[in-house]
């Protein structure tokens, strides 16, 4: 956060050190976007490895057992969903005065990340 390079650093006609608070304010499209992007990004990317799992599951064919689809009572899996939505929300709320710079890193962050969930899913654990 304290690089120099995001004090006074521009990217696609934004100026990195503007808060996404202040692109809102002063209606500056394109901070609005990429915090947006990073939201969703970030969300995404929470989701990507489950969605793999069913679809590597789908695949091969793989039967779950009926009482591991009880959902009377919360699992494991439903606090880890939770924990997952309030972090992206959190991120979200802390990022709204951080400087665009840092909303732009955790977009791309998230988008290699996800991209590395996919290329591990298809080469290393599909893999036969």
Not at 36 to 54: D, G, N, R
Not at 79 to 106: C, D, Q, T
């Amino acid at each position: 956060m304290r690089a120099e390079a995001v004090y006074v650093g521009k990217f696609l006609g934004m100026s990195l050190s503007n808060t996404p608070l202040a692109s809102f304010t002063n209606g500056e499209w394109m901070g609005v976007v990429t915090f947006v992007l990073m939201i969703v990004a970030q969300y995404l990317s929470t989701k990507l490895p489950k969605l793999l799992q069913k679809q590597s599951q789908k695949k091969n064919k793989v039967k779950t057992k009926e009482y591991a689809n009880d959902n009377k009572k919360a699992g494991p899996m439903d606090n880890m969903e939770s924990m997952n939505i309030m972090m992206v929300a959190m991120i979200a709320v802390l990022a709204i005065n951080w400087p665009l710079g840092m909303s732009f890193y955790w977009l791309v962050s998230s988008c290699v990340r996800m991209v590395q969930n996919v290329v591990i899913q298809k080469y290393f654990i599909d893999k036969k």
